[in-house]
């Protein structure tokens, strides 16, 4: 008849810590234990699922074709008049430093 009360004072009359740390090895106890073996794993599955959701960054892909655009257009005048006699680069093709981009007729028959 005294047992059940000597065990509940027993519990009842450490320090906290000491009671924290009960708590938590029976805690663990029963986590680790065999018993209720599906509800520990869907905890473990949702527990995986939400470090998947809040952790994984997918790589996105984006293609975007772009075109260098000048951003002004201005106009060159040459020092002397004439007339283009061809034009070798057109617009958007690559070129060079030194390459020939156009050629000028600059003598008339007067």
């Known amino acids: 008849m005294v047992a059940p009360q000597l065990w509940d004072r027993h519990e009842n009359d450490r320090w906290i810590?000491?009671?924290?740390g009960?708590?938590?090895q029976r805690a663990a106890k029963l986590a680790v234990g065999p018993k209720h073996v599906?509800?520990?794993l869907?905890?473990?599955?949702v527990i995986a699922l939400a470090c998947l959701i809040t952790f994984w960054q997918p790589m996105y892909h984006v293609s975007a074709p772009f075109q260098?655009?000048?951003a002004q257009k201005r106009t060159m005048s040459?020092?002397?008049e004439g007339h283009?006699?061809?034009v070798y680069v057109k617009a958007g093709e690559r070129f060079k430093k030194g390459d020939v981009l156009?050629?000028?007729i600059t003598t008339y028959a007067q």
């Open 17 to 20: 810590a000491v009671k924290m």
């Open 68 to 70: 260098f655009v000048a």
């Open 38 to 40: 599906l509800a520990k």
């Open 84 to 86: 283009l006699k061809g």
């Open 42 to 45: 869907i905890i473990v599955l």
């Open 78 to 80: 040459a020092p002397y």
């Open 22 to 24: 009960h708590s938590i």
């Open 102 to 104: 156009a050629e000028m």
